[in-house]
């Protein structure tokens, strides 16, 4: 049975339909959460963390807070829309500096880089829980089959991840949100900005910056999914396939040349294949990825 909202946030359903097993899904989320009675939400502005941190808020009102990492790997547009959805939502938000860069398990890149990563925020996150709070994150059941060492170091510190424990997976947490009202439903994944860099490849905060420099510019530019791959001084753009054959019509080739030399890189490519979420990880093969089972 989806338990009544308490205290009323300033989101209101659409009326979309959902099907009996989405309801009973949001239902099961909503009691999940309501009952551990006093949470930490890690959030991050994506859809997943954001549709946590609402119904926690919802369920639990001040007993909930939500909180966003903050470092160079977070580009400054994300941040600046999780701090717009937190407004709109009604969160009590907080913002945390990270230091994962400091740790050479994340700066000298290795393939399991994000265990360093959600190692450093969540132990952060569990001290500042303390006592009876229990800290949540937005790991969704599709995430559990890719490569995301991040989830075992969840895990380890005792993190629970509420969608998959309610087998909720990333098309069940856009329709949820769709029908809950929230704008952002259809958000597309932006990972952090470390997922540019090939694996072995040094991270440091000024290459992270010059990434998030471009990016941005190309994003006001009218290209809000894309990533821009550094790959040693050079440059590779990856946009979606259907904007590939208009994007030399529509851009100043010579001042995107110019933009990205004064940046620092030395070339600048549109790669052909088109935007692919993850693509760096083919580099791993058939790398054994570990457990990353729910905890209950």
């Known amino acids: 049975m989806v338990l009544p909202v308490t205290d009323p946030r300033p989101w209101h359903p659409l009326g979309e339909t959902l099907t009996a ?13 309501c009952s551990y009675g006093t949470v930490l939400v890690a959030y991050s502005g994506g859809v997943d963390s954001s549709l946590v941190a609402a119904l926690a808020a919802e369920q639990l009102g001040d007993q909930a807070e939500a909180v966003t ?6 580009a400054p547009h994300l ?33 399991d880089r994000c265990y ?17 709070t229990q800290v949540l994150d937005g790991v969704n059941l599709d995430d559990l089959g890719e490569h995301r060492p991040g ?20 098309q069940g947490v856009r329709e949820l949100s769709r029908a809950l009202g ?18 072995g490849e040094e991270i440091s905060a000024a290459r ?6 471009v990016e941005q510019w190309l994003r006001e530019r009218g290209y809000p999914e894309l990533r821009v791959r550094s790959q040693g001084e050079t440059a590779r753009i990856e946009l979606p396939v259907a904007a590939l054959d208009g994007f030399f019509q529509a851009i100043d080739r010579q001042q995107l040349v110019a933009v990205f030399l004064d940046q620092g ?25 570990g457990d990353q089972s729910p905890r209950t």
């Not at 991840?161 to 997976?169: D, F, K, Q, T």
């Not at 929230?182 to 694996?199: E, G, I, N, V």
């Open 21 to 33: 097993e989405r309801l009973q899904q949001l239902g099961q989320l909503r009691a999940l959460i």
């Open 265 to 289: 890189f030395t070339a600048v490519s549109l790669d052909l294949e088109g935007l692919v979420s993850g693509k760096l990880n083919r580099s791993l093969g058939d790398q054994v990825r």
């Open 79 to 111: 941040l600046a829309e999780a701090r717009w959805q937190a407004g709109w939502l009604g969160l009590r938000h907080r913002e945390l500096a990270t230091e994962e860069l400091a740790d050479p398990a994340y700066a000298n890149n290795p393939a």
């Open 116 to 132: 360093a990563c959600k190692r450093e925020l969540h132990s952060l996150l569990v001290p500042l829980a303390a006592g009876a």
């Open 208 to 213: 992270l910056g010059r990434v998030a420099r």
């Open 69 to 74: 990492g903050v470092s160079p790997a977070l």
């Open 151 to 170: 989830i075992r170091a969840a895990q380890e510190l005792g993190v629970l991840s509420p969608l998959v424990l309610c087998g909720i997976n990333k």
């Open 182 to 199: 929230f704008p952002w439903w259809d958000k597309p994944a932006q990972p952090c900005l470390a997922s540019r860099f090939p694996y």
